[in-house]
């Protein structure tokens, strides 16, 4: 049984943060396990590529949900990465850091340290930011942010412009002093290639030796000594191989793999762990509870100018993409499709936005269930406006299903259980007809292709959302930190209640969701991870 002092299970985001980190300090000796292959394929290295590994099984867990009562039963398909980068090598790369409020509230939760202050610090810190070093930004550091406006298709401007007509101010910095109002996403992107967590943080500590990477292996369970975690145990193939931690096992394997780990070693629910027979080690109530995830819903759009679908679909324009992409590593080949958005108030009494949004300059209505649709865009014109409210209510859960470690995790968001998450999806929607009536888009717009003019009234909106309405990928909140073992797993410092030498770094640990999208802030818990691991 080999010995190191830091074994980190999962080299997703927050992993790979957290890696690179404690090597680049030079203490001790780090191991990380992977449960996917390297991050080989140039599908993970192409921005757009993320549309050949959205069902990618190599590369991607591929889950799903369970049957989802308020989306009229539907099973959700939840892709997650599995390869080195996880899913900061497969997702649409918008880096949103989210808003002063949502730390604050982790803070008044019971969790001293990870308030605005401490966690900006940690961003800037991260940060080799487009626009430079300032309050707000961090530059020089190994994540490189780019800012896409003098980049993004030429319908994105008309978005910023409608927004502007619709009430939302144009933002363009969407994560500096405030993230409200409307502008271009930043993405995580360097030199016209995707910036995965693997490679602006683990490949160069990888590059100086001072870390090992094991990838393909499977992690199946957390061995123990009483109430101390002191190895694990995986698979390769048909090999068993154990190895020994000297000082701390860091889980990262995300909001679904995290807790269906704990679970599998005998840290979970007591009632959960007996129905599979999964010898206790320590009763821990909220292994698994309080899973969070954004809920989006689109309207589509038949447009009067060229697309980006025209783009993609003509011999001419690929041509024109892949020359500009050879050449400068600029153009579509390099940028997420999520290239406008930002944030605005549902409500004009909130003191905070409470609403997400998103412009696509592409289509994919003929798109077919397990091929990404921007690989098969709409044969006319089109693009898409999207809500996602920001702090949905409503909770769920993961559980193992068996003690068999190749089993998936059963996975029950209860997407739409909180009347409220309903109520703003509505008011959502209605601001998107608000946006599509504005004269710059009234004179885009040929027609509404999605939900269409039968959606006229709230009940046939509700059918659309419950019919159309698809989660955002951002999953969290599975072993949240605070300070009560009865309602949470770990502490402030990212211990495991009531174990020693275990410790867990990434989305897993969020309180509450995030205002946007979580790649970022579960890279920043990586950043956290080790300066608390380097502090003790």
Known sequence: ???????????????????????????????????????????????????????????????????????????????????????????????????????????????????????????????????????????????????????????????????AEAGLVFNPDLNGESCEGAGFYQITTRGGRRESAARAFLHPARRQGRLKLETDMLVTRILFEGRRAIGIEARRGGEAVRYRAKGEIVLAGGAFNTPQLLQLSGIGPAALLARHAIAPVHDLPAVGRHLQDHLCYDHVYRSRLPSLNDALLSWPGRIGMAANYLLLRRGPLSLSVNQGG????????????????????????????????????????????????????????????????????EIAPNYLADPDDLRDLLAGARFLRHLAATPTFASLIEDEIRPGPAAINEKAHIEAIRRNAYSVFHPCGTARMGPDPRDAVVDARLRVHGIEGLRIADASIFPTIPSGNINAPAMMVGQRAAELLLST
Request: positive net charge; charged residues 20%.
């Open 1 to 163: 049984m080999t010995e190191w002092d830091v074994i980190i299970i999962g080299a997703g985001s927050a992993g790979c943060v957290l890696a690179g980190r404690l090597a680049e300090a030079g203490k001790g000796s780090t191991l990380v396990i992977e449960a996917g292959p390297r991050d080989l394929s140039p599908w993970v290295h192409l921005p757009i590529g993320y549309g050949k590994t959205f069902y990618h099984p190599r590369l991607n867990w591929m889950y799903r949900t369970t049957a989802q009562p308020g989306l009229d039963g539907r099973e959700i398909y939840q892709p997650r990465g599995k390869v080195v980068g996880g899913s900061s090598a497969i997702n649409a790369m918008v880096y949103a850091r989210g808003q002063a409020e949502d730390y604050a509230e982790w803070e008044r939760l019971g969790n001293p340290g990870w308030g605005w202050a401490e966690v900006l610090a940690a961003y800037r810190r991260m940060e080799d930011h487009a626009l430079g070093a300032s309050a707000w930004h961090g530059a020089g550091g190994p994540l490189h942010v780019e800012d896409i406006a003098a980049q993004a298709h030429p319908l994105t401007a008309l978005f910023v412009k409608a927004a």
């Open 342 to 409: 930002g944030f605005f108030r549902t409500r004009p009494e909130l003191d905070r936005p409470d609403m997400q949004l998103y412009f696509s300059p592409l289509s994919y209505e003929r798109a077919v269930p397990g091929v990404r649709a921007l690989m098969k865009p709409d044969r006319f014109p089109g693009f898409s406006l999207s809500v996602s409210p920001c702090r949905p209510r409503s909770r769920g859960h993961v559980a193992i299903r068996s003690p068999d470690p190749l089993a998936t995790p």
